[in-house]
């Protein structure tokens, strides 16, 4: 039991269709929330799923973290978000403020103008009249007629149309000549279109960043969900990974992004980011298998080190301490990352984090292992399968992901019995 002076902290989960990662995230956070800070002072950090009602703008707010799964296209939750950051300083993953306003296109304008290498991209106006009484007016007397053929041979071909908001692979198509560009033009109806030329690419990595921690993982886009994520550890090499680390922890430092994912073309060396802002990434058991237990730890590792150590949020950018390194010419792209990235760590203060977590949670990789180890998630496995999968392919995928998290128990015993 907590004492009559444990500091007690409230998480709270805002959540869409989701049960698998949530029930995770509750299961550990019940095991391993209980912390003993400096000077000898009890925590005990807990959670809840958040229920959406009616609020009068000066409630008080009992959470002082929400990991939010549903703002992004629930409006009612995203303004209580709003109001819980802005007049009782909630710390958000993510914010609203930066996630709403700062989409694709805007990441990518960002990371070009700090000189990353973005495929060339050209933003089109709209194929079809807009729902407002002022479009035709405006159109007639402003939008310029356009040549569409000569940008997309411009950019050549194969080349990619897509939302300069995308996610989800909503509206994007490979185009490879004339016709297949009028065709998705023309369907792109009220979408506002990316085109943008394509990468060749020998690895497709996928990176998902919580604060300070990030997984680089070898992702097939072609492949369906299940096997999309394959187990490979030293897919990139060293100077490639490094850079794939880099830029996802600048791009999130950057916005103020706390749990996003990325996604980078690779060739050799070269890094090409290509997507690198979903406020609600993919971290279903069903698809990061072998990296659930990872993406879990890492949730509640962040998630209690900034609600114990008082981590207060920030939403102001401070793109200019970025945009000076990016105009100093005596830096080349390595020495420019290199300094972004010590900006990105002081951000997410990196180096402390890992220090706290050492002497404070260090319990938690164990409390993991066990958990994973436990009846309890096998049938947190059982039921995720039997509600993603019919029924005669239950026995499949049961053992698919039973044999992929029973891999990664393995491989975490090991390390754990290497450093104990
Ligand atoms: N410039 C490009 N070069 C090569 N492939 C690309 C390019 N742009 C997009 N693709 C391919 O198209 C897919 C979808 O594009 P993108 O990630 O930009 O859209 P999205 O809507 O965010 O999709 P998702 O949510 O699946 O990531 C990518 O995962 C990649 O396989
Ligand atoms: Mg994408």
Not at 121 to 145: F, G, I, M, Q
Not at 163 to 191: C, K, Q, T
Not at 204 to 222: C, K, Q, W, Y
Not at 290 to 304: G, H, K, N, Q
């Amino acid at each position: 039991m907590a004492g009559a002076d444990t500091t007690r902290h409230l998480i709270g989960l805002l959540l869409g269709t989701e049960e698998d990662w949530p029930r995770a995230f509750e299961a550990v956070l019940a095991r391993a929330g209980r912390v003993i800070a400096e000077g000898g002072r009890e925590h005990e950090v807990a959670c809840e799923r958040l229920t959406v009602e009616p609020f009068d703008l000066t409630d008080p707010v009992r959470t002082g973290l929400v990991i939010d799964r549903l703002a992004y296209w629930y409006y009612h939750p995203r303004e209580w978000l709003k109001k819980a950051s802005l007049i009782d300083g909630t710390y958000l993953l993510n914010s609203p403020f930066t996630f709403q306003s700062m989409e694709k296109h805007s990441a990518y304008c960002a990371m070009l103008r700090l000189g990353l290498k973005i495929p060339r991209t050209v933003l089109v106006p709209y194929k079809n009249p807009l729902d407002n009484a002022r479009w035709a007016y405006t159109s007639a007397k402003y939008n310029e007629p356009f040549d569409l053929d000569r940008i997309a041979e411009d950019l050549g071909y194969p080349l990619y149309m897509k939302p300069f908001d995308g996610g989800g692979w909503r509206g994007v198509s490979r185009i490879e000549n004339r016709d297949g560009l009028h065709r998705a033009y023309d369907e792109s109806d009220r979408m506002l279109m990316h085109l943008q030329a394509t990468v060749d690419y020998e690895h497709f990595a996928r990176v998902l960043s919580i604060g300070p921690e990030t997984m680089v993982m070898d992702f097939h886009p072609d492949q369906p969900m299940h096997n999309r994520y394959a187990v490979s550890h030293d897919f990139l090499g060293p100077e490639a990974g490094r850079q794939c680390v880099a830029i996802s922890r600048v791009v999130n430092a950057f916005f103020r992004w706390e749990f996003n994912s990325a996604e980078m073309l690779v060739n050799g060396d070269e890094v090409y980011p290509i997507d690198y802002a979903n406020a609600c990434p993919d971290v279903a058991v069903t698809s990061l298998h072998y990296y659930f237990p990872w993406a879990i730890t890492a949730l509640v590792r962040w998630a209690v080190y900034c609600l114990v150590t008082g981590r207060a949020a920030k939403v102001d950018l401070q793109t200019q301490r970025y945009f000076e390194i990016a105009d100093d010419d005596s830096l080349d792209y390595d020495a420019k990352l290199a300094a972004y990235l010590r900006l990105a760590d002081e951000h997410f203060e990196t180096e402390r984090y890992w220090e706290w977590t050492a002497k404070h949670l260090g319990h938690l990789p164990e409390v993991v292992l066990d958990w994973v180890n436990s009846p309890d998630f096998d049938q947190l496995l059982v039921d995720t399968v039997r509600s993603t999968y019919p029924p005669h392919e239950h026995e499949e995928f049961l053992a698919h992901f039973r044999g992929l998290v029973g891999m990664w128990a393995t491989d975490q015993a090991h390390v754990l019995g290497a450093r104990g």
